[in-house]
């Protein structure tokens, strides 16, 4: 299992995958946009994604939890 | 006169009016989101409104919220900075139909600049010499396929309403472009409101050098040096420099006589910035954009001309004659800005987060136009500048010497910034040498 944390305080603007999606390495789950920069956030390793815990419109901080890969 | 102005921005520019605002006398309103209320500019105002939440949609890009505080506070005039609604030509219209002073260029000239093919083709009619590229928007990817083969690759896809290198993209061939076309036209449509997107060939060894004019009330246009702006990361600007060390005695003139008529053209009034690539192989120009405002790194032109262009900006707007005596122009020496953003130094990542710390550096020939002070928290709202590290030296090798020392001595703590990478730059051979070009970054941070 594998906890995809944000990196940064952010805003999400868009949620790619969604929960029961298959990724890759390398797939893009969501993007965030801080500081007028868009910044994906990619899977880190093939799995399901078992939970999405953030919408678009959120503000996350750093360490947030934004999926869960199994 | 202009007795006082509402600042329609936020952070170091909002601040950098002000204080020229003050010297001149003229009342100073500044306007603040949620996010901005414990900014110094917002306490250095002799007034200041709130406008709205973070969102820049809700507050610094809110028209009618803006004119209100401007109506409701008395101010005479507005002045715009840059970014926000500072190239918004119907942001204008409405500040001048309301009675304010627009202290800008006449909404028309936005509205003609800010078309990049509009400007191209206005530029070409002109004299300016402009790179191979489209001269009709190119709005789907058959019709972009089409015109990269008769332009010839590498190509750039950019907005044609765009700005600031978002959503700009290189393609060496038709696979290349497919991406970088549907890269630019979802942000062209995303930032910019509009799908139209410019295809031009891309200079492969280029140097982003801009010239500063100055549209006089008669209808004088004066060029007042220019910038070499070829430090970037993600096509956008992270250090600058005048006199450009890429650009001889001959191209410059032609360069600054090529940017009057640019203005001449539009019957520019006001600051802007004619920017150019210059071809460092072939020692030649194109004409690439005109920005129809105070541009961000105005100070090393203010360093080296000994012109304050914000002065500038309101005598113009109100009529009158600069401060200075226009066959007098000397620029001396030789200034560096180097913009300190709240970002990590390795990946250029966003890191907007709380500053326990802020102490600035100071002594001859430093400038430091900041937008925070310890106890701020940088939010992810807006963009990551914090502030403008700039130096004066009596030339390029003690600029860049009095540069080292003002980074070294610039402390922030509690956020990731970019003096880590600034120290770097000030010490790369290419740098230090001022033979580079726009991949002098990439080259810093191979991959």
């Not at chain 2, 406008?51 to 610094?60: E, N, R, V």
């Not at chain 2, 122009?329 to 326990?356: K, M, N, Q, S």
Request: aromatic share 6%; with cysteine.
């Amino acid at each position: 299992m594998a906890e995809i944390r944000a990196e940064m305080v952010a805003n999400v603007w868009k949620v790619v995958a969604a929960e029961g999606d298959q990724v890759d390495d390398g797939d893009t789950l969501v993007i965030l946009e801080s500081m007028k920069m868009e910044i994906p956030v990619l899977a880190e390793g093939p799995g399901v994604v078992t939970a999405m815990h953030v919408a678009e419109g959120d503000v996350i901080q750093e360490g947030d939890l934004i999926a869960v890969i199994s | 006169m202009l007795d006082s102005v509402l600042i329609a921005n936020r952070g170091e520019i909002a601040r950098r009016v002000i204080r020229t605002a003050r010297v001149m006398g003229i009342r100073a309103v500044a306007v603040y989101s949620d996010a901005d209320a414990e900014l110094p500019y917002v306490s250095e105002a002799d007034q200041a409104v709130h406008i709205g939440p973070a969102q820049p949609a809700l507050s610094y890009l809110n028209a009618a919220a803006i004119i209100d505080a401007a109506r409701k506070t008395g101010a005479a005039s507005v002045h715009p900075g840059y970014g926000f609604l500072a190239e918004n030509a119907d942001f204008a219209r409405q500040v001048i139909a309301a009675g304010l002073v627009w202290v800008g260029p006449d909404p028309a000239a936005i509205e003609q600049m800010g078309d990049k093919i509009r400007a191209r083709n206005l530029m070409e009619q002109a004299g300016v010499p402009v790179a191979p590229g489209s001269r009709a928007p190119v709005t789907d990817e058959a019709a972009a396929l089409a015109e990269a083969d008769r332009i010839g690759y590498p190509v750039m896809a950019k907005a044609a309403a765009g700005g600031g290198g978002i959503g700009m993209g290189v393609a060496a061939d038709e696979a290349g472009l497919r991406a970088a076309f549907a890269t630019a036209r979802s942000r062209a449509e995303r930032f910019f409101g509009s799908p139209e997107i410019l295809i031009e060939r891309y200079v492969e060894r280029a140097r982003h050098v801009e010239v500063q004019i100055l549209g006089l009330p008669d209808g004088q246009v004066l060029a007042l040096g220019e910038r070499d702006c070829s430090v970037q990361r993600r096509h956008q600007k992270v250090a600058e420099e005048t006199p450009s060390p890429g650009v001889s005695p001959a191209l410059r003139e032609q360069m600054l006589g090529a940017a009057v008529r640019v203005g001449q053209a539009v019957g520019y009034r006001g600051a802007g910035t004619v920017e150019c690539l210059v071809d460092t192989d072939a020692g030649s120009f194109v004409f690439l954009e005109m920005n129809t405002r105070l541009q961000v790194e105005h100070p090393v032109t203010e360093l080296v001309t000994g012109i304050d262009l914000v002065e500038q900006q309101f005598l113009i707007a109100a009529g009158g004659s600069p401060s200075f005596d226009p066959a007098a122009v000397r620029p001396a020496g030789h200034a560096l800005e180097l913009r300190v953003y709240a970002e990590d130094p390795v990946r250029f990542l966003p890191a907007p987060g709380p500053i326990t710390r802020w102490d600035e550096p100071s002594g001859e020939g430093v400038r430091v136009d900041s937008g925070y002070q310890a106890g701020n928290t940088v939010t992810p709202f807006y963009d990551p500048l914090l502030a403008k590290l700039c130096v004066l030296g009596a030339d390029r090798a003690q600029a860049l010497a009095r540069a080292r020392e003002a980074v070294a001595a610039f402390a922030v703590e509690g956020l990731k910034t970019n003096l880590p990478f600034h120290a770097e730059l000030l010490a790369s051979p290419d740098f230090v040498r001022g033979d580079y070009d726009t991949s002098l970054v990439s080259k810093l941070r191979p991959r």
